[in-house]
């Protein structure tokens, strides 16, 4: 069973930084796209950023410039820089990876890490 352990989410004023982890239990699989997810109350889920396995990378609008997706492929972990942060960017936040289980490309979710921006 693959597991997607998410952490580095808090509490962190408008215009501080956090760093978001989150670490795919997969070695014996291939983990091909990565990507961060979140979630306001009342809204539905939106997409962050995404990389693949090849580094090329995608982001929302409004977080283009401030937020940078990395990955270390060997230990199959994705990160999430936040710099200048905003209130509306206060959400749960989801590591999202597709696997590559025996030939099936299977998507799975991590538990969410809250990040909640407040001065």
């Known amino acids: 069973q693959v597991q997607l352990v998410e952490s580095g989410g808090g509490l962190v004023q408008p215009g501080g930084s956090l760093r978001l982890s989150c670490a795919a239990s997969?070695?014996?699989?291939?983990?091909?796209?990565m990507g961060w997810y979140r979630q306001a109350p009342g809204k539905q889920r939106e997409l962050v950023a995404i990389?693949?396995?090849?580094?090329?990378?995608n982001y929302a609008g409004s977080v283009k410039g401030r937020f940078t997706i990395s990955r270390d492929n060997a230990k199959n972990i994705v990160y999430l820089q936040m710099n200048s942060l905003k209130h509306e960017d206060t959400a749960v936040y989801y590591c999202n990876a597709d696997i590559d289980q025996w030939g099936r490309l299977v998507e799975y979710w991590g538990q969410g890490t809250q990040v909640t921006v407040s001065s």
């Open positions: 990389i693949t396995s090849g580094a090329i990378t």
């Open positions: 997969a070695s014996i699989f291939n983990v091909y796209t």
